[in-house]
């Protein structure tokens, strides 16, 4: 099979069940928005992290797998078998959150982003993951999307915080606090 199909030179791609849509519809660009955060979230768990991290980023990772095939499919082509999220994929990521703050300090300000190059690493991942749930958010106006994609990816981008958050504890980095000019 070949890579190349020259189908989409056009500006159109298809969606699953075969609908041909231009590029730059809503729905792709918020299923290539969870493709980019993937990616991200891969380049954080090819760095020097603790196993339980990792393997935590590889379950974020296969379920954002299933999220972009959800976006993916054609709203209406009705009665196809995908994977599906349900809701201990959300419940999962709440409880390593919890798990990583019982060993935080309580935020008493915002946090500039930075300090190690895996902590920033965490902090870009959770800003693609904002941006993709506000286009998620735009396109749940137009067209029906399941609420768990958007619980979940709300979801993510705090578990994207908080790990960035541990990460600097783990890694002896600095947390720069904020302090505004005033």
């Not at 020097?48 to 296969?62: G, R």
């Not at 054609?74 to 990583?100: R, S, W």
């Not at 979940?152 to 578990?159: A, F, G, I, K, P």
Request: proline letters at 3%; one cysteine or more.
């Amino acid at each position: 099979m070949k890579v190349y199909t020259k189908k989409g030179d056009k500006g159109t791609t298809q969606l699953i069940g075969g609908t041909r849509v231009q590029k730059n519809v809503l729905r792709i660009e918020a299923y290539g928005t969870i493709d980019e955060l993937n990616s991200y979230i891969g380049l954080i768990r090819d760095q020097n992290i603790d196993k339980q991290y990792k393997n935590a980023l590889i379950e974020i990772q296969d379920r954002l797998f299933t999220l972009g095939s959800i976006l993916a499919l054609d709203p209406n082509k009705k009665g196809m078998k995908l994977p599906e999220l349900i809701n201990e994929d959300t419940t999962f990521l709440e409880n390593e959150i919890d798990t990583m703050q019982d060993l935080l300090q309580p935020m008493t300000h915002f946090v500039l982003p930075g300090g190690h190059t895996t902590v920033s690493y965490a902090q870009i991942a959770r800003c693609v993951c904002r941006r993709a749930e506000r286009i998620i958010s735009e396109l749940s106006l137009s067209e029906k999307v399941d609420e768990i994609v958007l619980a979940y990816v709300n979801r993510l981008s705090d578990y994207l915080f908080v790990l960035g958050r541990k990460l600097s504890l783990d890694l002896n980095a600095e947390e720069q606090i904020w302090k505004p000019r005033m």
